[in-house]
């Protein structure tokens, strides 16, 4: 695999700047491993202080090498790394990584130093891991360049590793690698990426996505610096059913504030952290051992497995448990259909349960061969994803023959469960049968993993539909309205958006109140009376919407208080006039969709509860740009207001259909557009009765300061 990062991660000669003759300090620990792990590159000890270091013949300076290594690798102080960074390319060395503190986490003297190794590594073109990093590890090729003890200290790989581990971390990468060896997992990547001023986190991935020695990536971050990047990376992966494991600090104030004081990283937005991890097949960790859980699981990827869950076992009060685990955790644990469940009762005693979780009582030890039909009969159906195997010690023995050979048959995944201390665990497990020992882990790791399996076309999907590009633009128009008018009214807004498709209640602008009374004879009383100005957001704050207006005298007397209280609230606005629009009624719930330019992932849509109920009860749904009106229904099924939409309680059933295609054509419209509109908002959205349509009822777009400013004549 040719890349630029070959050298840092599969570096066949490495020479260490500030190398010392102490394996206890950064400089001589990784001279030690490598000379432990019996590394077969070259290694050069750099440090005019000593002529041979752990066996390897040391050099006064880099000028003085042989030849040029792929990697320099430099234990020095921050103050000096640039100046011999320089030295190391004219030396002709392409990569190096920096240990040294006291960067931009450090302060402005840090951001200064910060500043001049990015701008040598654009000028000459090397690669730097970096700086505030502990180091790498390539187990396979024994290239250690990282300064911790914990390479000893776990059970030594014999096997080509499988697992590669990225974190923002030092700590982080040592606790997940012990955990990950302690399961046996062989590990290929141990990488602390550290600042990240010119090697950032995704870049790594895409490595790992290319890298046939990684099979799934654990990883820790506190911010992505380069939201793009990471969703063509966390893609790549994907398409490949590679799993990626992530952990995402800064979930709370005080865990935000913490990152903000550590590798100079800002919390990003949560929420739209975990529907673009969601989106891209991102398993967010919540722990170092449920990490290391999934790193185990990610070997049965290839199974078929998704999240509809059996569950077999030897006790109704366990049976209980794990469904009300899973079920807890986000899986489905469906009703067997009536066929099935015969056939799973003509081995199974009445007081067992066979409707799911299947319950096969203590009577397997008297037909352990029944065993094999359930097995069967679960592996066969389409009813379930994946079957959960619970049985404690020797009835796990008992039951080990069936269920190997019914994972031999059946692509589908099956999982035992053992908490006593079975026999056959290996061979289960080299039979393609994850086993746990712990049914809180168990969950812990299945749920995600469970969910990530049944992911994948709904990823391959997105990729397809962001590859495509969404629609073309309708006409030129509107574009060149938004360029030309940096900020636009309501009626403005909406003449924008309705060529891609959004639907919008029918309205007429008038100038004053006259025109506003020829708009209403026009339109039919009642009707809604609104300000016209660019400058007011939110009308209602300023008195600035007035509804059922039954004729013309009340029309009048809200013209002329709505001008008075507009005066009053907000004197340096400017008003454009009036927006006359029917009063709209029929409505079955209201909803709004808006979209916002997140700085990490780029345009993100959400949808939730219209009006002050968004805020009150933060019910809302999140995608990552492009979407389509699948994609849109799917974000209205999330929503916990959803059956207010599908006739809850005798309520009228919404035109949903319609419902997503206003909000799917904002998608369209962001698309077309372009960057310089920061957000589209429509509030509220009136979802009418089914056949009866959708209609946005307001609309806002913002722009880009730069794009505010314009190009005045």
């Known amino acids: 695999m040719s890349h ?7 570096p066949r000669s490495i020479a260490m700047i500030g190398a010392s003759n102490n394996s206890g300090r950064i400089g001589g620990m990784p001279l030690d491993l490598l000379r432990h792990f019996r590394y077969a590159g070259d290694v050069y000890p750099i440090n005019p202080k000593y002529e041979e270091v752990f ?35 004219a030396r002709g060395i392409r990569a190096a990584i920096v240990y040294a503190a006291g960067f931009a986490e450090a302060g402005s003297a840090g951001v200064e130093l910060q500043a001049r190794l990015e701008q040598f590594a654009q000028r000459t073109g090397m690669v730097i891991a970096g700086p505030n990093c502990m180091g790498f590890a390539n187990i396979n090729t024994h290239a250690y360049t990282a300064f911790a003890a914990v390479f000893k200290n776990v059970p030594v790989q014999t096997q080509c590793g499988r697992a590669s581990i990225i974190t923002q971390s030092g700590n982080v990468c040592s606790a997940v690698f012990a955990l990950i060896r302690k399961l046996g997992i062989p590990v ?75 590798t100079s990283a800002l919390a990003g937005d949560l929420a739209l952290y975990k529907a673009g991890f969601a989106q891209l097949n991102v398993i967010r960790g919540n722990d170092f051992a449920q990490m290391a859980d999934l790193a185990y699981l990610s070997g049965y990827r290839h199974r078929a497995g998704g999240s509809r869950v059996a569950i077999v076992t030897m006790s109704g009060a366990l049976g209980a448990i794990l469904a009300d685990k899973m079920i807890g955790a986000g899986l489905q644990v469906p009703t067997l259909s009536d066929d099935l469940q015969r056939t799973l009762r003509d081995g199974i005693p009445d007081y067992g349960m066979v409707s799911n979780p299947v319950d096969v009582t203590g009577n397997v030890v008297n037909s352990p061969e029944f065993v094999r039909t359930i097995f069967q009969a679960l592996g066969e159906t389409d009813q379930v994803d994946t079957v959960i195997v619970y049985a404690p010690g020797y009835l796990l023995d008992r039951m080990a023959e069936p269920l190997v050979e019914m ?113 209403a004879a026009q339109i039919g009383y009642p009707v809604v009376l609104k300000i016209l100005s660019a400058d007011i957001l939110h009308k209602t704050e300023v008195g600035g919407v007035r509804l059922h207006l039954a004729d013309e005298a009340q029309l009048r007397q809200a013209c002329d208080a ?55 009860y933060q019910d809302a749904s999140h995608r990552l740009l492009p979407v389509d009106e699948g994609m849109v229904r799917d974000m209205l099924h999330e929503l916990t207001a959803w059956p207010l939409l599908d006739g809850f309680r005798g309520r009228p059933i919404a035109d949903v259909d319609a419902c997503c295609q206003t909000i799917a054509a904002l998608s369209d419209a962001q698309q077309a557009l372009g960057p310089h509109v920061t957000d589209i908002e429509i509030n509220p959205i009136q979802v009418r009765a089914q056949g009866h349509g959708a209609w946005g009822l307001d609309a806002l777009v913002l722009f880009t300061p730069q794009e505010t400013q314009g190009d005045k004549p």
Not at 4 to 10: E, F
Not at 573 to 591: S, Y
């Open 188 to 262: 290929s990547h141990f990488i602390n990426t550290g600042n990240e001023a010119v090697v950032e986190f995704s870049e790594y991935l895409e490595y790992m996505a290319q890298d046939d020695a990684t099979e799934c990536v654990i990883g820790y971050v506190e911010q992505l610096r380069n939201g793009p990047r990471f969703i063509h990376a966390a893609l790549a992966l994907a398409a490949q059913k590679k799993p990626l494991i992530i952990y995402k600090a800064g979930e709370t104030d005080k865990g935000s504030e913490a990152v903000r004081s550590h």
């Open 562 to 616: 709505m001008l008075e209280s507009v005066a009053r609230q907000a004197p340096q606005a400017r008003i454009d006039g009036f927006l006359v629009q029917p009063m709209a009624t029929g409505g079955v719930a209201e909803l709004i969709a808006g979209v916002t330019h997140d700085p990490v992932f780029g345009p993100a849509l959400t949808v939730g509860l219209g009006g002050v109920l968004t805020e009150i």
């Open 4 to 10: 630029r990062l070959n050298p840092l991660l599969q």
């Open 55 to 89: 066996g390897y013949r040391c050099y006064p300076d880099v000028e003085a090498l042989p030849q040029a290594p792929d990697l320099a690798v430099l234990a020095i102080a921050a103050e000096d790394v640039t100046s011999m960074l320089e030295r190391c390319h």
């Open 407 to 519: 994972a031999g048959r059946y692509s589908k995944l099956f999982v035992a469960i053992d908490t006593g201390a079975a026999q056959c665990r290996e061979r289960l497990s080299g039979a393609g049968i994850p086993v746990f020992d712990d049914i809180g882990r168990a969950t812990q790791a299945l749920a995600p993993f469970c969910q990530w399996m049944a992911r994948h076309e709904q990823v391959a999907h997105w990729a397809r539909l962001r590859a495509g590009g969404g629609s073309p633009v309708p006409g030129a128009a509107a574009t060149t309205a938004a360029c030309v008018a940096p900020r636009l009214n309501e009626h403005q807004t909406k003449q924008l958006l309705a060529p891609y498709g959004v639907t919008f209640l029918p309205g007429m602008s008038a100038g004053n109140a006259a025109e506003a009374v020829a708009a």
